[in-house]
């Protein structure tokens, strides 16, 4: 079976969390630190999975256990190749008895709807985008809900939800968020969004809410550590057992223009940076190297479980943050006003809005250790960062390595960086408990 190769050079745009900037996107990278924002990831489709057999068809697939999950619990689904490598992942509600709900981009919807097909289940999977899928997180962001909401909110424990009134209408209040801040993200009619997203902003006023912008959004993926499919890797769909689906992925099941296009399909095969590998493959990544090994439960058998296993007991790699240094990067800017007739290729700030897996190689005594993505600046810290995925010898804090950043073929630039712990900041959402919060009742 001839190997199958990621295009390079592609330029796309990301998925719109609505206008690149509202203030700017240096102030909304300090809101999640110093006062509260709300981004807005309506566009995420959500697979409704309902029936007798829904539960045993997920558990067919994803590497973590629902065995004690809970109507009002969600959590953090992984879904593997039968090579462990990740196809997709997303964030697993319980509705019901027999109702979930996967809210996820990239093939994994299709995924599930395709070996429920083949694979006899008593269930219906159904994609739609019926939600509201608004985050509010930050310092204030609490408070700013508890006076919306007219009462507490502090019995949520982390990834736990409940509806609350909220602008006329019923509203879950799930407590998760992709800032690793104190947050909340709010499911409610798609059809109330506008209502839903003024009420948030007026009321905000008081407490300093910011509206995420494209520019920013992705920066606090970077920063409380969230891999994203297509960014940080590419979903493992041409694997030979999935070669079937890849097939059909790419020309029956996803029509070009739906929701389904425009978060998966047309993106999945898009690769820049200085990394490059024979096939498609040297982009998959397991979720031990994307530091996700603690949601693995072998209590129940799943796709991949037997090649995951063998990762779990001798792990090669691990993820970690990467601090580039500043007077490298600083030399990359330079060298497009230095006359040079080929400067270096330019970093956008704070981040790339291309979709694509921008891989960078990283280097340790001059061989290869690893691979850098995500590159970006958080204002916050003053500093330019990256995740990496770097082999065991190399993952200790501290450690010296090397970044090539550009492309192949052109000039390049070697990027002093040093190994951080990862996440680069603590999940403070995870970890707080809101009981122990003090009131704010003049807000």
Known sequence: MAPIHPQRHAIDRTVSWGKDEYTNWMDES???????????????PELNVRGPDAERLLCDFTVISLAAQEIGQAKHAIFCSH??????????????????????????????????????????????????????????ALYLLEKLARESLRDIKFMRFRVVPLAGCDVAFLRQGMAGEIGFELHGPIAQLDQMLNAILEAGQAFGIRRLGSRTALINHLEAGFPTVNLDYLPATADTAEREFFDRYHTQLAPIDTIEWRVGVARVLKVRGSFEGDDITAWYRSPVELGWARNIKFDHNFHGRAALEAEVAAPRSSIVALVWNADDVQEVYASHFDGSPQPCEYMDMPRSLLVCTYASRVLAGGRDVGVATSRGYSFYYRKMISHGVIDLGYALPGTEVTVIW??????????????????????????????????????
Not at 89 to 118: C, D, H, I, K, T
Not at 413 to 440: G, S, W
């Open 30 to 44: 300090m809101s999640w630190k110093t006062t509260c924002y709300v981004g807005d990831w309506s566009w995420l």
């Open 83 to 140: 090579t462990d490598k990740v196809l997709g992942e997303g964030v697993l509600a319980r509705l019901g008895p027999q109702e979930f709900e996967l809210n996820a981009s990239g093939p994994v919807n299709l995924w599930l709807q395709y070996n429920l097909a083949r694979g006899g289940y008593n269930a219906v999977a159904e994609l739609r985008r019926t939600k509201t899928k608004l985050q509010v997180s930050g310092p204030n």
């Open 406 to 443: 550009g492309e192949p073929g052109k000039r390049q630039k070697e990027i002093r960086a040093v190994v951080h712990p990862y996440p680069f900041k603590r999940n403070a959402n995870r970890e707080t408990d809101l009981a122990a919060l003090p009131a704010r009742p003049n807000a």
